[in-house]
């Protein structure tokens, strides 16, 4: 029989994204949750409210849900095996950079303390996981120098530092992020930014690839401060397909 103090798996999942937006600054709501549950809202009202009976969240009179502090202490432990068995698969077992998000969700939920600590240490004592989420109990942070993607205009440089959990769950998007090499530590610079197609075409070096704004939203970026916006004029040529 399973203990009634041991989140199933999908709360566990449920916590983890509540806890992600929430350290990413979003206000975290049941729609948003579907979303990236990829559930009816119904669905995901209907879990949120018996996480709120299990004293794991509580939601105001605004429908904004917010962790306990017994929901965040949980939450906190979801992440950190979560972004450990992600870097674990990714730097270890050589999965790839997408798929390792993916797996480490059947991954995680296998880890004992005892297994968690030795990872931690064959590992270097890593705080972040290969996406740029701070790994919980490092001190890390994410840092608030960064800015997101698509506050850049054309001509600015950056560094990419940080992908939103929410975008890990498509696994296509990431697939395409890694072939083009907009991951973290990776430079890149703005070609172009068209705020009525909602495209920003940015260039890694290798490639120039075309982002929605929506997506480019979700990425965060340290900004060069030596680089200035210039007028775009031109469209980029041959630019790697737009994901939206």
Request: proline share 7%.
């Amino acid at each position: 029989m399973r203990d009634a103090s041991v989140p199933s798996p999908k709360v566990e999942d449920y916590l983890q994204a509540i806890y992600s937006l929430e350290t990413e600054g979003e206000r975290i709501i049941s729609a948003r949750l579907s979303r990236w549950m990829r559930v009816t809202p119904p669905t995901a009202w209907a879990t949120v409210r018996r996480m709120a009976r299990d004293g794991l969240v509580s939601v105001d009179v605004k429908k904004t849900i917010h962790l306990t502090k017994r929901g965040r202490d949980l939450a906190e432990k979801v992440a950190r095996r979560h972004r450990l068995s992600e870097r674990f698969l990714n730097d270890v077992l050589g999965l790839g950079w997408a798929e390792a998000h993916d797996e480490a969700h059947h991954f995680e939920h296998g880890l004992t303390p005892a297994i968690e600590g030795r990872i931690f240490s064959l590992l270097g004592n890593p705080t972040t996981c290969p996406h740029g989420s701070p790994i919980p109990g490092t001190g890390a942070v994410l840092s608030p120098d960064l800015v997101p993607m698509d506050t850049l205009e054309a001509g600015n440089s950056a560094t990419v530092e940080f992908i939103s959990e929410e975008l890990e769950e498509d696994l296509e998007l990431l697939r395409y992020l890694d072939r083009h090499g907009v991951r973290p530590g990776q430079a890149i610079t703005v070609d172009e930014k068209v705020q009525s197609t909602g495209l920003i075409a940015i260039n890694t070096g290798r490639d120039l690839v075309s982002l929605g704004l929506n997506v480019a939203a979700r990425i965060r970026v340290r900004r060069d401060p030596n680089t200035k916006a210039r007028r775009s004029t031109e469209s980029p040529s041959r630019p790697a397909a737009p994901r939206s």
